[in-house]
């Protein structure tokens, strides 16, 4: 399979009234405060891992357009079981070049080159590497480099997976916030460096180190990874998100080549739709 040389964005979709109302009515933000909370969000993952969440699964699947018939099973005990059902073999065919990047999940993809600074300018905000990471050392590895980041919304498949063979390291979790990961939030706030968070390190024989950050949102029960330090294989789970739309970060060393109309497409304000396993990117020679 090819490097992807051209694909369409699509604009972010436009945020409705409450969410407006949350970040730009000061009554709205006392609320918000409640609502980034870890507490609400265990709350609110305990009711929807609950055989009392089932009603939600039918109008949920019928407003996202979801074609259960994808999926190994539409017999689902919670709403939970529903939000993180498992895709059926071969419907995302793994990109077969060990010298490839293949995409870990579903989603919307923005691609940032990370400058000499560290700064990576996401929406409106700006980040370094040191603040997503927390982790100086780690973050100079990057310079120079390139930032994927993936945005997951509650219709797209919330499993994701591995990019690359190799060893990957500890998971490192990072507490923090819970602010939703659409437009309105990112322009306003550093959400990515604010939000609650987890990262590996993975260690690659053909693309080097890479690290994979998967960040929390409002009302996510859990960022739930199956595995600690062991050796990986491209396109094994390496696991799920539950209630909520969120995020899969990868951060790059500069010796992967990313196609270029990824970063146009950013520049333009446009987000790329990828699905898991694609091929995103090469090895240089």
């Known amino acids: 399979m090819a490097i992807i040389t051209h694909r369409d964005g699509i604009p972010p979709e436009k945020d409705g009234g409450f969410l407006n109302f949350l970040y730009h009515n000061f009554l709205g933000r006392i609320l918000l405060k409640f609502l980034?909370?870890?507490?609400?969000?265990i709350i609110c993952g305990k009711f929807l891992d609950?055989?009392?969440?089932?009603?939600?699964?039918?109008?949920?699947?019928k407003n996202n357009n979801i074609d259960l018939n994808d999926y190994e099973s539409d017999n689902f005990r919670c709403f939970n079981d529903c939000f993180v059902r498992k895709i059926k073999d071969g419907l995302?065919?793994?990109?077969?070049?060990?010298?490839?990047?293949?995409?870990?999940?579903?989603?919307?993809l923005s691609a940032y080159r990370i400058t000499g600074d560290e700064i990576i300018p996401i929406k409106q905000s700006a980040y370094s590497v040191c603040d997503?990471?927390?982790?100086?050392e780690l973050a100079a590895h990057f310079k120079g480099g390139t930032c994927l980041v993936f945005?997951?919304?509650?219709?797209?498949?919330?499993?994701?997976?591995?990019?690359?063979?190799g060893v990957k390291g500890d998971n490192i979790f990072i507490p923090g916030k819970l602010h939703t990961v659409r437009p309105i939030a990112l322009a306003s706030l550093p959400v990515f460096s604010r939000n609650c968070r987890e990262y590996t390190v993975m260690e690659s024989e053909h693309l080097g180190k890479i690290v994979q950050m998967?960040?929390?949102?409002?009302?996510?029960?859990?960022i739930k990874n199956h595995h600690g330090?062991?050796?990986?294989?491209?396109?094994?789970?390496?696991?799920?998100?539950?209630?909520?739309?969120?995020?899969?970060?990868?951060l790059l060393e500069k010796n992967i080549q990313i196609p270029e109309f990824l970063f146009e497409n950013t520049k333009n304000a446009l987000e790329t739709p990828i699905k898991m396993n694609e091929e995103i990117g090469k090895a240089l020679a």
């Open 36 to 41: 980034i909370s870890r507490p609400l969000s």
């Open 50 to 61: 609950s055989s009392c969440s089932r009603f939600l699964i039918k109008p949920f699947v």
């Open 92 to 108: 995302r065919p793994i990109d077969a070049s060990l010298n490839s990047l293949i995409s870990p999940c579903d989603g919307l």
């Open 132 to 136: 997503l990471l927390e982790n100086r």
């Open 151 to 165: 945005r997951l919304c509650v219709n797209h498949y919330h499993r994701y997976g591995y990019p690359v063979n």
């Open 214 to 222: 998967e960040v929390g949102a409002m009302l996510v029960g859990k």
């Open 229 to 250: 330090k062991c050796s990986i294989t491209r396109g094994d789970e390496k696991g799920m998100f539950l209630y909520g739309g969120s995020t899969v970060i990868l």
